[in-house]
């Protein structure tokens, strides 16, 4: 369900995430819809020889699940997202379950933007992205 939290109820603290095992359909249908067909991603092989030993997932590809978190739970509905600065840290690997989480760290009331920490971790709790996104609620 789609919350639509009213600007004025958010605070600085709020927190918000959720979390998806990256299958092997993700990776081929993000693939498919960016163009973005890095054997790095899609072909085994190729990524034997790689740093990783094996497929990763595409990085965009877990930065939409914050975008999935900010569009649906906090701030929800009527948010735009306006910037989104990310730090990979780590790989996600097919089969790899990762929570997307948001905290707000800023609220600018003339505005109404907000500053939001964001953070993706794998199952084990590795910090596979790190970020700061803006966005405004209407």
């Known amino acids: 369900m789609i919350q639509d939290v009213k600007f004025a109820d958010?605070?600085?603290g709020d927190k918000a995430s959720m979390s998806k095992t990256v299958t092997e359909y993700d990776v081929y249908t993000?693939?498919?819809?960016?163009g973005d067909f890095n054997p790095v991603h899609v072909n085994a092989e190729f990524a034997k020889g790689t740093m990783f030993k094996e497929r990763i997932a595409h990085g965009m590809l877990s930065?939409?699940?914050?975008?999935?978190v900010l569009g649906t739970t906090l701030p929800g509905a009527?948010?735009?997202?306006?910037?989104?600065?990310?730090?990979f840290k780590a790989p996600v690997k097919i089969g790899d379950t990762v929570t997307a989480t948001v905290e707000v760290v800023e609220k600018?009331?003339?505005k109404k933007r907000l500053i939001l920490k964001t953070t993706v971790t794998n199952q084990e709790?590795?910090?596979?992205?790190?970020?700061?996104?803006?966005?405004?609620k209407k």
């Open 30 to 34: 993000f693939a498919g819809l960016t």
């Open 10 to 12: 958010i605070q600085v």
């Open 125 to 136: 709790g590795t910090v596979v992205i790190d970020g700061k996104a803006t966005v405004m």
């Open 63 to 68: 930065v939409g699940f914050i975008s999935a």
């Open 78 to 87: 009527n948010t735009i997202y306006l910037g989104q600065e990310v730090a």
């Open 108 to 110: 600018i009331e003339a």
